[in-house]
């Protein structure tokens, strides 16, 4: 990173190199029964993922007054993420039928360009800690991914084989501001406001081997193109106090989520289009100088990640398919928690009590 300073504007440029693999060991017992027959397939290997992440960065940061700052930010980068097995299986059933064995490769990497540019303000009014500021990012990125399964019998031969593969582009933009007031010496009032766009579009193919021709055939019935739009807005406010020795803070915030997929396998559209409300309140009370206990709520939410809500058969493997879920709603989670801190000279030790609801819980469900 290198930085320079003048007297009312700095510039900076910087590069970023990060490059992690974790090889590792992997084993599988596996039992499935049905009908009074034990079916077995254990698997055993070697595996290794890991990524690569390079950018280059360069920005400016201008004091328009002693009071106001403007800052603004470019970035380019180039990113790939791989995680690769070679595995041994072998395969019996009980009771009665002959042993089998054979051998797999597997690789799914995912690389693509993003490029993103952020321009923020801030200012800082007399009195201390009373500030406003806000912020705007526009973040571009290209995905294509590949996943590729082989398996070989005892001779080292293909018998088959699956490429996946996904391309796609996505869009995210942030319009964010928020304002801090300071009340007096321990209440302090904050509000602010965001909003998160982004639009994405994947496209999947399949292609299996076929051993008469030695190529690989695409499956037309697995070839998908979805579109996702996905717009939250929220709104939210803060108050803190401290009398005596009693602490609270309390704050709401309200959000707009709209969310729409549209996909080509069932020509449907599903959709989120819905209000909801996060109240949180912490409360803290000094028993005396050395011991403090603590009480609060909080109301969250947890969204679907993208991939949970694909609607159709994507392979991993040639023993595990996924399927998605679009009409997936986010989990909300009421958190209560009841604390307890106590101060001895330079040393503290505290002790916590939670308790947790989740609604609308997304599983996994295997079969």
Same mark, same amino acid.
């Given at each position: ?81 791989? !995680? #690769?097995?070679? @595995? ?5 059933? $009980?009771? +009665? ?6 051998? &797999? /490769? ?72 928020? !304002? #801090?007031?300071? @009340? ?5 009032? $904050?509000? +602010? ?6 639009? &994405? /579009? ?93 009480? &609060? ?71």
């Amino acid at each position: 990173l290198i930085n320079l300073k003048k007297k009312n504007y700095s510039l900076n440029f910087g590069v970023d190199l990060n490059q992690r693999f974790r090889p590792g060991t992997n084993e599988s017992r596996n039992r499935t029964t049905s009908d009074g027959v034990d079916y077995h397939v254990n698997s055993e290997g070697e595996s290794d993922h890991g990524g690569k992440h390079n950018s280059i960065r360069a920005g400016i940061e201008y004091e328009i007054t002693p009071r106001d700052r403007l800052t603004l930010g470019l970035s380019v980068g180039q990113r790939s993420r791989k !995680y #690769s097995s070679d @595995l041994d299986f072998t395969q019996w059933q $009980e009771p +009665g039928g002959p042993v089998s064995e054979h051998s &797999s /490769e597997s690789q799914t990497e995912r690389s693509g360009d993003s490029y993103s540019m952020n321009l923020d303000y801030l200012r800082d009014f007399k009195e201390e800690g009373h500030r406003l500021t806000g912020h705007f990012s526009f973040d571009n990125r290209g995905g294509d991914e590949e996943s590729t399964a082989k398996l070989f019998d005892t001779d080292g031969n293909l018998i088959s084989g699956k490429i996946s593969t996904e391309d796609g582009p996505g869009i995210r933009m942030r319009i964010k501001a928020d !304002y #801090s007031l300071p @009340l007096n010496k321990d209440a302090k009032f $904050e509000a +602010g406001l965001q909003s998160r766009l982004g639009t &994405s /579009e994947d496209i999947t193919n399949q292609l299996e081997y076929d051993p008469a021709t030695g190529l690989y055939e695409e499956l037309t019935e697995f070839n998908h193109k979805t579109d996702y739009i996905r717009d939250i807005h929220s709104l939210y406010t803060q108050y803190a106090n401290e009398i005596g020795k009693l602490g609270f803070q309390g704050g709401l915030r309200g959000e707009y989520a709209y969310r729409k997929i549209e996909t080509g396998v069932t020509n449907a559209t599903f959709s989120i289009d819905r209000v909801d409300m996060f109240p949180t309140a912490h409360f803290s009370y000094h028993l005396t100088d050395r011991n403090q206990l603590m009480v &609060s709520y909080a109301r969250r939410i947890d969204r679907p990640r993208g991939w949970y809500l694909e609607p159709f058969e994507t392979w991993t493997d040639d023993y595990n398919v996924r399927v998605g879920n679009p009409d997936l709603k986010p989990e909300y989670i009421d958190s209560y928690e009841l604390g307890f801190q106590t101060f001895r000279n330079r040393n503290s030790l505290s002790t916590e009590l939670y308790y947790r609801k989740t609604n609308n819980k997304i599983e996994r469900v295997r079969s």
